[in-house]
């Protein structure tokens, strides 16, 4: 079955250090998002794409970078973790046409500290 | 900009009660309206949408109905039970793939 993999799915580092999450899919979806949920905000978006070598800026892109090389991944650096970036982080995906639905990893929650 | 507003809760019921969980929208085009659920520890996963106004969404005894004149679209099951306790995000996106506007979400628990 298809599926979208987010690793590790849990990370404590310290302020300073770079940090990278990853995220897989195989659906051979050209759309793929980062989140970050927090308490009170709900999902916030970071970065997203819609296809290999196109990368954006979401809402709360500050410190945070992406790079899509190919199709299926996406990861998501933390230039320099700071603890405001301690929370739960998503990657999905999505088809580049159509009305469907955004397919969810199951998250991955980053302590810095 | 688009934004999503919902109850933020905690909701707390008892098995068998009817629950409303509301949500309003303002968006600058026409989206389509989705409601996700969250259970503990793990990611979101879509419970019903609806396309275009008055389309109404279901899936597991949750109901949702497009609501264009009160920009609204309240989710709502006649029954819950204790397996429904979850977190639930109501969201909007427009066609072609683009991202999703999420809520804050809503806690619910649903005591035996």
């Known amino acids: 079955d298809a599926e979208i993999t987010q690793s590790p799915r849990h990370k404590i580092t310290e302020t300073g250090r770079q940090v990278t999450l990853a995220c897989h899919q195989t659906?051979?979806?050209?759309?793929m998002f980062w989140y970050r949920q927090d308490l009170g905000h709900g999902l916030r978006l970071i970065h997203y794409s819609y296809g290999v070598q196109d990368t954006n800026k979401g809402e709360v892109s500050d410190g945070y970078s992406v790079s899509r090389s190919n199709t299926e991944d996406l990861p998501l650096t933390l230039e320099s973790a700071a603890s405001s970036q301690t929370s739960v982080y998503f990657c999905a995906s999505r088809p580049g046409t159509g009305n469907t639905e955004a397919f969810f990893g199951q998250g991955t929650r980053l302590t810095v500290v | 900009g688009d934004s999503v507003t919902q109850m933020e809760g905690p909701v707390t019921l008892s098995e068998e009660a009817f629950l409303t969980i509301n949500c309003t929208y303002t968006a600058t085009g026409y989206p389509s309206l989705f409601w996700y659920v969250q259970y503990p520890g793990e990611g979101l996963q879509l419970l019903l949408k609806a396309t275009k106004a008055d389309d109404k969404g279901s899936n597991k005894g949750f109901e949702a109905t497009y609501r264009k004149e009160t920009t609204s679209f309240h989710l709502e099951k006649g029954s819950v039970q204790v397996s429904d306790s979850a977190v639930y995000f109501c969201?909007?996106?427009?066609?072609?793939?683009?991202?999703?506007?999420f809520g804050p979400g809503t806690r619910l628990s649903v005591l035996p």
């Open positions: 969201a909007l996106s427009y066609t072609y793939g683009q991202n999703f506007v």
């Open positions: 659906w051979n979806h050209n759309n």
